[in-house]
T-cell receptor
């Protein structure tokens, strides 16, 4: 595709339910990032994938959060037993390489609301 | 705490004026990048400056980097109402590949 695609655009879920957020990076991009942004705040790093290397999961806020990247392409961020404080916009970005001096391209995000 | 911290948090100017935003960071970096965000959704890359560069220009944008002070500035000249957005700096640390963002500066350009 032409850019990073995230789905769904918006998700409303009940507290305690699990949610899956999807990210389709730009074809050929080996690095993929997930961030979380609360209203009016900066971007909180969650996790990044680089090729076949072990992902950097150091930003995941709790063990309710997990992410996968299958076949080096599509990534899914899963939040189990959602809480109200999980409400935020979840942003995905990809870049040609996480090591070299390349820019990151962002999707439009998934706005998650936990009620 | 965030690697990058922008200053000021909010800036309001008149169309035609210049806007300057600053960013400070804590660790050694490979590069520093500036992004723009409209309406709380996806970010758009503006400019990247490498750690061995001191100044870079792109259209009405001018970025400086002072690695001794661990700071950068973004200057937008002859601002337009359409420049109204949030601006974030992001750093790529030498010790890893994480791209870390600051809290951002909300710029409002009044017509």
């Amino acid at each position: 595709g032409a850019g990073v695609s995230q789905s769904p655009s918006n998700k409303v879920t009940e507290k305690g339910k699990d949610v899956e957020l999807r990210c389709d990076p730009i074809s050929g991009h080996t690095a993929l990032y997930w961030y979380r942004q609360s209203l009016g705040q900066g971007l909180e790093f969650l996790i990044y994938f680089q090729g076949n290397s072990a992902p950097d999961k150091s930003g995941l806020p709790s063990d309710r959060f997990s992410a996968e990247r299958t076949g080096g392409s599509v990534s899914t961020l899963t939040i189990q037993r959602t809480q109200q404080e999980d409400s935020a916009v979840y942003l995905c970005a990809s870049s040609l390489s996480a090591v070299q001096n390349t820019e990151a391209f962002f999707g439009q995000g998934t706005r998650l609301t936990v009620v | 705490s965030q690697q990058g911290e922008e200053d000021p948090q909010a800036l309001s100017i008149q169309e035609g004026e210049n806007a300057t935003m600053n960013c400070s960071y804590k660790t050694s970096i490979n590069n520093l990048q500036w992004y723009r965000q409209n309406s709380g959704r996806g970010l758009v890359h503006l400019i990247l400056i490498r750690s061995n560069e001191r100044e870079k220009h792109s259209g009405r944008l001018r970025v400086t980097l002072d690695t001794s002070k661990k700071s950068s500035s973004l200057l937008i000249t002859a601002s337009r109402a359409a420049d109204t957005a949030s601006y974030f700096c992001a750093t790529k640390e030498t010790s890893g590949s994480r791209l870390t963002f600051g809290e951002g500066t909300q710029l409002t350009v009044n017509p």
